[in-house]
């Protein structure tokens, strides 16, 4: 039996109902189909491969940062055959040319938060990274430098707990300064602290007495030196004479080789008209002839008195 | 016999040593001396050009002074100069001077012309001059000839060489040995080039 | 002694619905259900549920999106966790709240009318004359409320999914598209194909539990007139019951 008539059915039910059930279902559709585009079902994408050593941190989905835009993404983390891990992501083919042959990948993990996986890319001009390629990954992990910080901290307190207890050097130490400052405080004072004993420390104060009648004694000839050198008379009058004297000679000198300077000049200019000259010998010659003629009734003297003989007046040289 | 030697340093000091003592020398009296020494040394090489204008030079600078005395000694040793080498004449540059020399200049004038006497050094030109004086006074022996050829050629002094030799070349062609003669005259083509 | 008795009828109740479901469950896998009439029950069952209130819900969880994205939102960027607030938004409100509150709504709107009506058809004897009449009830009464049910539930919130993510992409970005990128990969980051998957289902089950819950309690009253009250209070009791199961269910699904 059929109930009708609660409420009237308006004519286009079926209209509106199918209205609804196509726009729901459109919703649905497109919906989906936005989730699908979200998730670059859509996209050509290549594959990139990390290998860690520890993939702690690492999430399904996370994102592979390049300078800080988000350009991968992990699909799926394994462990591979030699025990390390494999993360492998997918990069949209777009985005796949900021990654070269040459890019660096990092993951991080700070002390708080989960891990981030970075690429760098140092050359851009480097040839492209290609499809599924396998990179290992520079693991930073802040959690596990903190053990390490408090095995280093922990050691260094140790250390610190040693040098300053009972049997530390600190306490040696101590004992060494109170030791000191008491013999410093003691009859010699700083004196006796220095050299330990009080028979050294007597000895040096006898000594710097004997220094001091010493140079109380030499004072007297200091001013005895100082007389004889500095006063009237003294050394250095003389001296400063001696040196006067010096300067004079030195002056005259300085004229005398200003003079020979001269001459050399006059001798060169000299000698520049003498070249021609001394090639002249054929006039000297004739000169020395002319004059002989002159001489020559002396000679006849010299003839009548004196007989020539050749081997007493020639004399060979 | 030196005088030369002696008038020359003589010459020399009162330039020089008259300044010397506390002064400075004075400038005429260094060129002066410096350029009787230069004409001296040339004059006897044969360097006839250059030691003229030396002895110019020298005789410029000691007219400066107004002082006769010291000009008319440079004339002398120019004289001397020119008697070792056998040019005797008479001095005309002394002559002109005659007013103003001294006992000493007028003496060894005399000497130079073979009149009077004079004890001079060992030096060379001394003892060369010496030999002139005595052929001038004819009083030369054919010793004093050789020994003035060897003290020209010792010193290398071609014009007193050149003319003694030329005395012993006369010599000899006059005795008539024309071998020696010859000897002789290649020396002197030897000397003269 | 009394107390004791309600609670063995209360785990009875529970067990009369679910047999009550599993036997719905068969009946609607059986074509025979799927007549020109049935077709019209449920497209009229559709059209109360849904078309009337579709406007009105979609613009109260449009509203209601918006003030808790601005409280999620400006929360988030005070701590500095401004990146993880629309992730937040999305898990919080679209995937858990909207489908609830659309179960809900729903539930409150026909869920009780639905307990009454099958109570009367009890109490007038309808059901023992269809009995008699060798025509399946299920089949012909309750399998369409359910699958209108299931169907109206899922259109609401669907709808108001997509319009609630729209006002989310508005209150975070503004008007402007450079946020789309961004927007895109949280979305991809949440609605993987198991959070859409679960999503479906969580919608479907709130759906049907919408109907099957009511349906059983109303057959759970007798022939006298006053077991119709006592049938819509445990009806609404344990249908609000069971949708928060189901929604515990599907959070430890998800995130445990």
Not at chain 3, 202 to 230: C, Q, Y
Request: charged share 20%.
């Amino acid at each position: 039996m059929e109930r009708d008539g609660f409420s009237p059915i308006p004519k286009n039910l079926q209209f509106r109902v199918g209205l609804l059930l196509g726009l729901a279902i459109m919703v649905a559709g497109g919906f989906i189909l936005y989730a699908l585009y979200a998730r670059g079902t859509f996209e050509a994408t290549q594959r990139l491969t990390l290998v860690s050593d520890n993939a702690e941190g690492v999430s399904l989905g996370m994102d592979l940062t390049f300078s800080g835009f988000p350009i991968g993404r992990v699909v799926r983390i394994s462990l591979a055959d030699d025990g390390r891990a494999r993360i492998e992501l997918e990069v949209p083919r777009k985005d796949a040319r900021w990654l070269r042959v040459t890019s660096i990948f990092t993951l991080e993990r700070g002390i708080v938060g989960g891990a981030r996986i970075r690429a760098f890319s140092g050359n851009l001009q480097d040839p492209p990274l290609p499809e599924g390629a396998e990179r290992p990954v520079l693991r930073g992990d802040t959690q596990e430098e903190i053990p390490r910080m408090v095995a280093t901290l922990r050691s260094t307190l140790e250390n610190i707990e040693q040098l300053t207890g009972p049997g530390g050097s600190l306490q040696a130490s101590l004992a060494n300064l109170r030791a000191a400052t008491e013999r410093v405080s003691g009859r010699h004072g700083a004196l006796g602290a220095v050299l330990g004993n009080d028979e050294d420390a007597k000895k040096v104060v006898a000594a710097i007495e004997r220094a001091n009648a010493l140079l109380a004694s030499m004072s007297g000839v200091v001013a005895k030196t100082d007389q004889r050198v500095l006063g009237p008379g003294g050394v250095v009058e003389g001296t400063q004479r001696a040196v006067d004297q010096a300067n004079a000679i030195l002056g005259e000198l300085r004229e005398s080789l200003k003079r020979v300077d001269k001459i050399l000049a006059d001798a060169q200019s000299v000698a520049g008209n003498a070249k021609a000259a001394t090639q002249d010998l054929g006039a000297l010659r004739a000169e020395v002839d002319a004059s002989l003629r002159k001489v020559n009734g002396l000679i006849d003297e010299v003839n009548r008195k004196w007989p020539f003989q050749r081997d007493s007046e020639i004399r060979l040289p | 016999m030196a005088l030369p030697a002696r008038f020359r340093d003589s010459l020399a000091l009162i330039l020089l040593a008259a300044g010397c003592g506390g002064t400075q020398p004075l400038e005429w009296q260094a060129n002066a001396a410096s350029a009787m020494q230069s004409f001296q040394r040339h004059y006897l090489s044969g360097e006839t050009a250059t030691a003229e204008a030396e002895f110019k030079s020298a005789r410029t600078e000691l007219a400066r002074t107004g002082r006769a005395d010291l000009v008319a000694r440079a004339e002398l040793v120019r004289c001397a100069v020119r008697t070792a080498s056998l040019e005797f004449d008479d001095c005309p540059g002394f002559e002109a001077l005659r007013y103003g020399a001294r006992a000493e200049e007028l003496a060894y004038a005399d000497y130079l012309a073979g009149k009077g006497s004079h004890r001079g050094g060992d030096d060379p030109l001394s003892r060369l001059v010496a030999q002139a004086v005595s052929l001038r006074s004819g009083a030369i022996t054919p010793g004093g000839i050789s020994a003035a050829v060897d003290i020209a050629s010792d010193q290398g002094w071609r014009r007193p060489l050149l003319a003694w030799l030329g005395v012993q070349e006369k010599r000899a062609a006059d005795a008539g040995d024309s071998e020696t003669a010859a000897r002789i005259r290649r020396r002197i083509d030897l000397i003269s080039g | 002694m009394s107390a004791l008795g309600d609670t063995f009828a209360w785990f009875r109740a529970w067990g009369r619905a679910a047999l009550f479901a599993s036997a719905a469950a068969a009946a609607a896998l059986s074509l025979s259900a799927y007549t020109a009439r049935t077709r019209a029950l449920a497209m009229r069952e559709i059209y109360f549920n849904a078309w009337h209130v579709l406007p009105g819900f979609t613009l109260f969880m449009a509203l209601l999106g918006f003030v808790v994205i601005r409280v999620t939102i400006g929360l988030a960027r005070d701590y500095g966790l401004a990146q993880f607030a629309l992730e937040l938004v999305f898990r919080a409100v679209v995937l858990e709240l909207i489908p609830l509150m659309a179960a809900f709504y729903v539930a409150l709107r026909s869920g009780s009318a639905m307990v009454t009506e099958v109570a009367m058809m009890r109490v007038s004897g309808e059901l023992d004359e269809l009995f008699a009449a060798h025509i399946d009830p299920y089949e012909r009464e309750f399998v369409p409320r359910i699958a209108a049910a299931a169907i109206s539930v899922f259109a609401l919130t669907i709808v108001s999914c997509t319009v609630v993510m729209c006002v989310a992409y508005l209150v975070t970005y503004g008007a402007n598209p450079s946020g789309l990128d961004e927007f895109a990969r949280t979305v991809a980051r949440v609605f993987g194909p198991r959070a859409i998957a679960g999503f479906m289902l969580k919608s479907f089950l709130f759906g049907a539990a919408v109907a099957v819950i009511p349906i059983a309690a109303g057959l759970d009253a007798t022939r006298e007139r006053e077991s119709v009250s006592d049938a819509v209070m445990g009806g609404m009791v344990r249908l609000f019951v069971t949708l928060a199961l189901i929604e515990l269910l599907s959070l430890v699904a998800k995130y445990v």
